[in-house]
């Protein structure tokens, strides 16, 4: 079975840093784009970042700067590594796995339910 678990999220500070991590398990990510996405509470849903097969990426203008994607292979697993957080960062952030080995933020082939990250002081 195809699946993607998030996990890390949680309550920061302002400020502060978070680590996401997206595990895949069923298929092997190494060879996919992998994305973020979060929704906000009221808000649609919005590509933050993305990790192409041979490690290129690309960021949301809103994070650039601050928050830093990677991946491990012999781990089957995606980073979002999340400095200097803002109150504006609070959404569900999703993990999702592309058709292909580019980043395009369309048609993704998997999804996972979804980790919480909340900044509030």
């Known amino acids: 079975q195809l699946q993607l678990v998030e996990s890390g999220g949680g309550l920061v500070q302002p400020g502060g840093s978070l680590r996401l991590s997206c595990a895949a398990s069923?298929?092997?990510?190494?060879?996919?784009?992998i994305d973020w996405f979060r929704q906000a509470p009221g808000k649609e849903r919005e590509g933050v970042s993305c990790?192409?097969?041979?490690?290129?990426?690309t960021y949301a203008d809103s994070v650039k700067g601050r928050f830093t994607i990677s991946r491990d292979n012999a781990k089957n697993t995606v980073y979002l590594q999340m400095n200097n957080v803002k109150p504006e960062d609070t959404a569900v952030y999703y993990c999702a796995a592309e058709y292909g080995s580019g980043c395009s933020y369309i048609g993704m082939r998997n999804w996972g339910k979804g980790t919480l990250v909340t900044v509030s002081s």
């Open positions: 069923g298929f092997n990510l190494r060879y996919y784009a």
């Open positions: 990790i192409s097969s041979s490690g290129g990426t």
